[in-house]
Every structure is written in structure tokens, then in C-alpha cells.
């Protein structure tokens, strides 16, 4: 019998994530480069750059018109006083298990609380089916 190709492909390892996704700074460029797939543009004034205030490194201004965005605002990071590397790191545990990971499992490799790992696998679950 042959070997499945798909069961055999090469998979994206917890020290290759470590690697890519292991600091804070690591997650807001890789959300930025999502967000942003062309370049900044502000929504305001259309100018391409920006800068990124010291005192809030997820707050992006505008270097023309001083408008402020959020780096996670309108998506499912909003209003969320979690690290992203604890986002980055839920994704990529539940989207490596082959038969599902349940919230319980989920708050023992994040170290968080219940309710925030069934937050955080429902609002990931969610955005994966759409």
C-alpha cells in the first residue's frame, strides 16, 4: 500500500513557530504584514508611511496627518490585553492537531485561565471557518 502524501507532507514545527512567531516583536510585524499586504496606507490622507509610537508599539501614526490606528483594531485581537504571542501560539496549536484541542488543553500549553482559552479557540475557530 502506498504512503499518503498528505499524512507525510512536511509539517511546521513548534521550533520552526518559536523560530518565526517567539517574541511579541516577531508577532506584531507578521500581523502588520497581514494587515498590510501593499504598505501602509493611511485611511485618513492615503500617505504610505508611518511610525510606530515608543510608549505604544501597536499604535501606528501616520507620519503626514498624525491619524493613530490600532495594529490589531478591527480584527479578532481588538480589545485584547493578551500577549500576541499567546494568540499566535493558540493558532498554531489548533491548526496542528490532527483530531481538535479542547479549551481545557488549551489553558495548560497557554497558561491561562478557562474562560480566556474558550475565548480565545472560539474567536480563532470562528475566524478559520470564514
Known sequence: MAKSKVQFQKGYSLFDFFKDYGTEAQCENALFTW???NGFICPE???KTCCRLKSRPRV???NHCRHQMSLTGNTIFANTKLPLTKWFLAM???SQTKTGLSAM????????????AWMLKHKLLQAMKE
Open 45 to 47: 490622507c492615503a500617505n
Open 105 to 116: 488543553e488549551l489553558k495548560r500549553q497557554l497558561d491561562v485561565k478557562y474562560d480566556t
Open 35 to 37: 494587515r498590510f499586504p
Open 92 to 94: 498554531h496549536l489548533l
Open 60 to 62: 501606528l501614526q501616520c
